[in-house]
């Protein structure tokens, strides 16, 4: 009996280790695989978190970099342009010991005394606030961003030519400079052309908006050397007489002026052979624009020490360039006495 009973315990015994065992493995392997899969669910997760979290950061160091590499290439395009163009002549009292693009550099023209307004990019007195809009403006249409009409001493009629990329590539640049905090000088001028509003009907007359064409017939060098010329130089600004209303004479474009500016004479750089520069060659003309040296020995002076300042920074190639167009260019005989 007792062996039966034993047996029966046995035999439930092992019945119920048997059980706990299966359930005991069921438990386990439930709450081993739940967390299991917690755990891996939220490894998953961080790493796609991780993942995503770094794919971004590669993208934005990429992007930054790419950028600010981008943004470099266009601070350096544009400290070219900046120099070529002499912008820093007449926005900076050099004189007077000024900060660049600072202001306050005075410029005596027939219709009175102007001063270069502070551009550099100090928000309260300088172009600081600008938009790139608002900087393409004044240089394409010679409207600031009130919407008020520049005066033509700040070439603009030349500076129309330029495309938006060297517009927006000479922001760049001014934009990398130093803010100065330096209030402009108000201009000085004689009845009446102070008037703002006169501004628009001498546009009306003289001002023509936009971008220099391309000549499809020409070489590039050739296109270069007008661009270069026309828009960014402004070489007429001062070798091209002005009518009594101050703009250019274009009958007459860079055959000189006994009247340039602060009353210098300018001379005839057509290639006419008596009264302009006709019997240089192009090597001489480089050779002016690069060191400042004339054919005879002499060196050029007056407002054309400033030109031959920026023009030492080009490539030889833009020199070239400026030299074969000016070569081009119909020639017109007028004599320029000098004062
Ligand atoms: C021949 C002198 C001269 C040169 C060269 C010149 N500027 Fe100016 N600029 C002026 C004058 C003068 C004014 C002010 C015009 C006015 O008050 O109507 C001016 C105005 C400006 C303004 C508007 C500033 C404001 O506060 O509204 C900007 C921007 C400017 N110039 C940028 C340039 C850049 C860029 C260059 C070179 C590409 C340049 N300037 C070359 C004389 C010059
Ligand atoms: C700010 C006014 C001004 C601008 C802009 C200017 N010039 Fe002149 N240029 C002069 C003056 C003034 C002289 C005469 C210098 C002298 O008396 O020695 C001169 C002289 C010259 C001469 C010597 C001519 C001769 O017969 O002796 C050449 C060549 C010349 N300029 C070319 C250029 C070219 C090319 C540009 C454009 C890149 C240019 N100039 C822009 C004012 C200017």
Redesign the pocket.
């Known amino acids: 009996m007792a062996h039966v009973i034993n047996s029966t315990a046995d035999r439930s015994y092992k019945k119920f280790k048997l059980t706990y065992k299966a359930l005991h493995r069921r438990l386990n392997f439930f709450q081993h695989s739940a967390i299991k899969k917690r755990l891996r669910d939220t490894l998953c997760r961080s790493v796609y978190l991780l993942k995503s979290l770094l794919l971004a950061l590669l993208f934005l160091t990429y992007h930054s970099d790419y950028a600010s590499s981008g943004q470099k290439e266009n601070i350096s395009r544009g400290q070219y342009?900046?120099n070529a163009?002499?912008?820093a002549?007449?926005?900076t009292d050099v004189k007077n010991k000024g900060r660049l693009l600072a202001g306050g550099r005075a410029?005596d023209t027939p219709f009175g005394r102007?001063?270069?307004?502070?551009?550099t990019p100090d928000k309260t007195y300088g172009?600081g606030r600008w938009g790139k809009k608002d900087?393409i403006r004044?240089?394409r249409k010679g409207v600031?961003p009130e919407g008020s009409h520049?005066?033509p001493?700040?070439?603009y009629t030349s500076?129309t030519k330029m495309t938006d990329r060297d517009i927006l590539d000479?922001r760049a640049y001014?934009f990398s400079l130093e803010p100065i905090a330096k209030p402009?000088i108000p201009?000085q001028i004689n009845f009446p052309f102070m008037f703002r509003k006169l501004i628009h009907i001498w546009k009306f007359l003289f001002f023509d908006e936009g971008t220099l064409k391309l000549k499809s017939g020409e070489t590039d060098d050739w296109n270069r050397g007008a661009y270069l010329t026309e828009a960014l130089l402004?070489c007429g600004?001062c070798h091209t007489p002005r009518n009594f209303l101050g703009a250019a004479n274009r009958s007459k474009t860079m055959a000189g002026t006994s009247e340039g500016p602060n009353g210098d004479s300018v001379p005839n750089i057509t290639p006419d052979l008596k009264t302009g520069i006709g019997n240089w060659s192009q090597k001489e003309v480089v050779d002016v624009l690069k060191i400042g040296i004339l054919p005879d020995g002499d060196f050029v002076g007056g407002a054309m020490t400033e030109v031959t300042d920026n023009t030492a920074n080009l490539t030889d190639s833009d020199l070239h360039a400026i030299a074969k167009y000016l070569s081009s260019l119909p020639a017109i005989k007028n004599k320029v006495t000098v004062k």
């Open positions: 342009l900046f163009a002499g912008c002549g007449c926005h410029l102007y001063f270069g307004p502070n551009i172009i900087f004044a240089l600031s520049y005066f001493v700040f070439p500076f000479l001014i402009n201009h402004h600004e």
